[in-house]
Structures are given as structure tokens and as C-alpha cells.
């Protein structure tokens, strides 16, 4: 059934100023899941066997893209409101002990709640980089939690050497997957290259012969990989010297997550190859991955989120973060240099936009986080009626500065409503049962490894640690635990 959306500031995109035009009054028809016209125009003829919407006062956004995420952690909700990235990949990571604690039950709800706190706060488009490859009984729930979400995601599978569930037998599994994607799908199969990545430049078993088979097998559609460099342990995934060519890839999407120590000629591969970094700012803030280059790529770049269960799960935040974050480092640029700031170096705009448009085109997508005639109906109305957005008359300001998950009314998805009237709407599992099933998950895998294990000499045998500096309201010039 067709929809309208009538009567509500729509922030829609111009193609030819790549920029958002607000239309403070305007009506939203959507038929078969796309957007087919957008009216200004009092008297639009509305079809008769149209639902209508009456959204006057109301912001009419694209839908927020996540370009990355693990969303199986979920579960891991506050368990480690401190911890850093080092101490993360020992204790909770997908090479962790911790993911014995999960049954693959606890695996599909977990993934699910992620994905229900997004769409809950307006997040329509993931790219998941699904490291849940521990062992085989594992990956089919992760990949069933996508499909039953509602939202739209590019499952990215990371292939990998695991003990007891080999890489033939990960593209087996994979394989699998691939049979319940059809061209329609929400849900499109994607890779994480992390552990394939391990045998790029030595690979004696030639174990990436047969890659291009299989992106071409199961119809990849986005490629994606962790990519730290700086200090971090090498792992040949910079983008100046990686070669996915023997993947044959030109015409796949690929996206480096992070990425927070670019080179100047990673930047320029990024641009001459039109492929995207995802930057995660909480996550590069609150783990210390650092963020030292993300300022200089807003052109090649799309914001992400990883790990929802330490932090917000909404993209708004991210783009808050990201925002502000951004300002500071370029005002401190002038400030350093003794000079007042003339300018306020990034716009709200350019913040909205790569939260919506930039994961469109990271994806390579031109009908996703954009409002025009063609595109995907994936649809954020925000109420703007709150004690916190009252009084809004620039809708963008309203939405990068000031909304919360709480002001989303409704969300669709391919014109389906996900969250209407500010509930979710119930789709395979009644948000009930999910919170019960949920709970008990949460609660038996959070006692089964609070303790985190002692950390290693060195990450990964390799990366040298440093002390740092605590910041204290108890003492001043702390050492590293806190002691004066
Ligand atoms: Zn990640
Ligand atoms: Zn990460």
C-alpha cells in the first residue's frame, strides 16, 4: 500500500548542490518502498488507496547509516564502562573466552536488541561486521537476527581461520547464508576481510585463490575491515598498500573501519579508488584507539559506531561527537598558532550528511540516507515537540543538536513502518518476549565473565604498551592506577 507523509519540514537532497534543501511544508509519497514524489504543493493529489500521515510541525529525515557494528556484543551492556581497546580484544573480542559463554540463541538475541536500539533511534542502514565465527553453530543466528530486524544490512561476514571451524568450512557456512539472500532482500551478504587479511602478502596455502570466486558466488556486495596503523600491530590493511585487485573488487564497495592513522598516500587511495573509511568516534574516543586523521577525510568518509553495548547506540550521538570533535581539532590548528578562529571550520550540515549520504555512497548506494524522487523510503520523523527540541526553526540544528532516540516518532524502512507512534513495531518477536530473552541472556553472560583476564606482555606479542596519565577529581598528576 502507498503512503504520505503530509504536511512536514522534509530534508530532502539536492543532487545538484549535493546539499540538503529543507522544504518546511511539503508531502512524501512512497509506493513499492521508494520515494515517488515529494510536493510542495497544497493541492497534491494524494492516491485514493493511500495511507496519510499527517506529519505538520514534524522533521521528515533520512534514515541514519551505521557503517559499523558488532552488533552481537549487545548483551555486554555496562559490563565494561572503562575498558580500553587492548584489554577488550583479550576479554570480550571475538577471539576472546568470553564467546563461550554464548549459546547461539544468545547470539540472535543479542544481535537483534542491537538492532532494535538503532532503528529505535532512527537508524535505517548497517554495515555489521559479523566477527560471530567462532564456531559454525554461531553464524547462522547472527545472520537470522539481521534478516528478522527489519533494517536494511549488509551482513559482512569475516572469514577466518578459527580453531574447530576452518576457513573451508566458513565459506561453506557462508555459503549457506547466501541461499536465503534474494536480489530484494534488506539483508545482502557482505565481507570482513579481517581474517583473510592475516595472509595478504604471504599467503602459502593460497587460501585467497579462491576468494574472487566466492565474492562472485555469493554475490558480495561491500567489503569491510578493521584498519588501525600508527602504533598499532601491522596487519597490512592500510589503504595505500593494500591490494584487493586479486579480489577482483572494482565495482564492490570497500569500507575501512576506524582508520584513525591515515598516511597522506592512504588518503590519496582512498580518493583515486572512491573507497570509505568508517570512522566510530565514541568508540576511537572511549577505547584509545585515538582518532588522529578522521578531520582531514571528510570527503571519503562515513560515520559508524562499532560497539553498542559501551556506549551510545544511536547515531545521533555519534554524530554529536563527531561534530564537536571535529571543531576542536581544527579551531586548536589556529589557537596553536596563536590566532583567534575566524571561522567555525564544520557545519551541522556536513555532520548530518555523514551520518545519511556519506553511508549511501560508502556503500555505493545513491537511494539510501538521502530525500529525493527514486530514493529508498527509509524514513526518520522527528516529533520536535520535546522540552529538548521545542522552539527549533532550523531542522537540521534540531536534529544534529538537540534531538535524542527518544524524539523519533516514526521510522520505515522500505515504506514499513519499524517504529510508529514512537513504539517499535513488533515483527517476529513481541518486544516482551525479545526483553525477557534478552535479560536472561545479559544477565547469565555478564556473571560468567565479569572478571576481565590479565593482560599479555604485549598485544598480540607485538604492540608495546605505554602508561597513561590518569585524569582524577581525587588527586592531580595521577600515575597510571590512580596513586599520587
Ligand atoms: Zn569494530
Ligand atoms: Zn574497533
Given at each position: 500500500?502507498?503512503?504520505v507523509l503530509k504536511d512536514g519540514t522534509v530534508l530532502m537532497f539536492d ?457 582524577s577529581t581525587k588527586c592531580y598528576g595521577c600515575g597510571p592506577r590512580g596513586?599520587?
Amino acid at each position: 500500500m502507498s503512503k504520505v507523509l503530509k504536511d512536514g519540514t522534509v530534508l530532502m537532497f539536492d543532487d545538484t548542490t549535493k546539499s540538503i534543501r529543507v522544504l518546511p511544508k511539503a508531502s512524501v509519497l512512497i509506493e513499492n518502498g521508494r520515494i515517488t514524489a515529494i510536493s510542495e504543493n497544497p493541492d497534491f493529489q494524494i492516491p485514493e488507496n493511500a495511507e496519510v500521515l499527517n506529519v505538520y510541525g514534524k522533521i521528515i529525515s533520512p534514515g541514519f547509516i551505521n557503517t559499523h557494528i558488532h552488533t552481537w556484543q549487545t548483551v555486554y551492556r555496562t559490563i565494561g564502562p572503562n575498558v580500553f581497546l587492548s584489554q577488550y580484544f583479550e576479554w570480550l573480542g571475538h577471539m576472546s573466552g568470553a564467546t563461550a559463554a554464548f549459546t547461539p540463541d544468545d547470539v540472535y538475541i543479542s544481535s537483534l536488541a542491537g538492532y532494535l536500539e538503532g532503528l529505535h533511534g532512527g537508524v535505517t542502514s548497517y554495515v555489521e561486521h559479523a566477527h560471530n565465527n567462532w564456531k559454525e553453530t554461531v553464524v547462522e543466528p547472527g545472520f537470522d537476527a539481521a534478516m528478522d530486524s527489519g533494517a536494511r544490512v549488509w551482513w559482512c561476514y569475516d572469514v577466518a581461520d578459527r580453531k574447530g571451524f576452518a576457513m573451508k568450512e566458513q565459506w561453506e557456512a557462508l555459503g549457506k547464508l547466501g541461499g536465503k539472500v534474494t536480489e530484494g532482500s534488506l539483508v545482502q551478504m557482505g565481507l570482513s576481510v579481517d581474517g583473510l587479511s592475516g595472509l595478504f602478502g604471504n599467503d602459502p596455502g593460497g587460501h585467497l585463490g579462491y576468494v574472487p570466486d566466492m565474492i562472485r558466488k555469493l554475490n558480495i556486495q561491500a567489503i569491510t575491515m578493521h584498519h588501525l596503523g600508527g602504533p598499532w600491530p601491522a596487519r597490512k590493511t592500510a589503504p595505500s598498500d593494500i591490494d584487493l585487485s586479486t579480489f577482483q573488487t572494482t565495482n564492490i564497495p570497500i569500507i575501512y573501519s576506524h582508520a584513525p592513522f591515515l598516511t597522506d598516500s592512504d588518503q590519496t587511495a582512498l580518493r583515486e579508488k572512491d573507497h570509505f573509511v568508517s570512522i566510530t568516534p565514541e568508540s576511537e574516543f572511549h577505547f584509545g584507539h585515538g582518532q588522529t586523521t578522521g578531520h582531514l577525510i571528510t570527503d571519503q568518509a562515513s560515520l559508524g559506531l562499532d560497539t553498542n553495548w559501551t556506549f551510545s547506540g544511536d547515531m545521533l550521538s555519534q554524530t554529536r561527537l563527531w561534530l564537536q570533535n571535529v571543531r576542536l581539532t581544527k579551531s586548536h590548528r589556529t589557537l596553536e598558532a596563536g590566532r583567534l578562529p575566524r571561522t567555525n571550520p564544520f557545519p551541522v550540515e556536513e555532520a548530518f550528511l555523514m551520518a545519511t549520504r556519506q553511508g549511501g555512497r560508502a556503500l555505493r548506494r545513491d537511494d539510501i540516507g538521502v530525500i529525493k524522487v527514486g530514493a529508498k523510503a527509509d524514513l526518520v520523523v522527528f516529533n520536535g515537540d520535546s522540552p529538548n527540541m521545542l522552539g527549533w526553526s532550523d531542522p537540521i540544528a534540531a536534529v544534529v543538536l538537540h534531538a535524542n532516540p527518544g524524539d523519533v516518532e516514526h521510522v520505515l524502512v522500505d515504506g514499513e513502518f519499524r517504529k510508529r507512534n514512537f513504539k517499535l513495531v513488533d515483527r517476529v518477536i513481541a518486544w516482551e518476549k525479545m526483553r525477557e530473552r534478552f535479560l536472561e541472556a545479559s544477565r547469565r553472560i555478564q556473571k560468567q565473565i565479569k572478571e576481565p583476564p590479565p593482560m599479555p606482555e604485549r598485544l598480540w606479542g607485538v604492540g608495546e604498551f605505554g602508561d597513561v596519565e590518569m585524569a582524577s577529581t581525587k588527586c592531580y598528576g595521577c600515575g597510571p592506577r590512580g596513586t599520587q
